[in-house]
Nanobody, 125 residues
């Protein structure tokens, strides 16, 4: 089993930055690809970013490329999402998720059987 707890969300003005953290526990966490998803009110959940267990592969949603950076610290069992130049369209609940062990990075939610409870990010002036 894997448990994931997100933190770092909040209210930020357009153009501002936030860093989300996801603290994980469970077996073989360092051998799982990790992803961030988000869901805005009235919209479907979408994959924002993903990082492989070895950090060699990453994926970013087109609308966040160049603004968001995913990283991981396997020694601390933590995954981060650095979000810069935030826009009102980035407002959503952000979720951290983990794949089964030894799976590749993916944008598909079905590849992530484990998900945290989410943290709210609101971008507004």
């Amino acid at each position: 089993q894997v448990q994931l707890v997100e933190s770092g969300g909040g209210l930020v003005q357009p153009g501002g930055s936030l860093r989300l953290s996801c603290a994980g526990s469970g077996t073989l966490l360092g051998r799982r690809a990790m992803g961030w998803f988000r869901q805005a009110p009235g919209k479907e959940r979408e994959g924002v970013a993903c990082i492989s267990s070895s950090e060699e592969a990453t994926y970013y949603l087109d609308s966040v490329k160049g603004r968001f950076t995913i990283s991981r610290d396997n020694a601390r069992s933590t995954v981060y999402l650095q979000m810069n130049s935030l826009k009102p369209d980035d407002t959503a609940v952000y979720y951290c998720a983990a794949t089964l062990p030894f799976r590749v990075c993916s944008s598909g939610e079905s590849e992530y059987p484990y998900r945290g409870q989410g943290t709210q990010v609101t971008v507004s002036s």
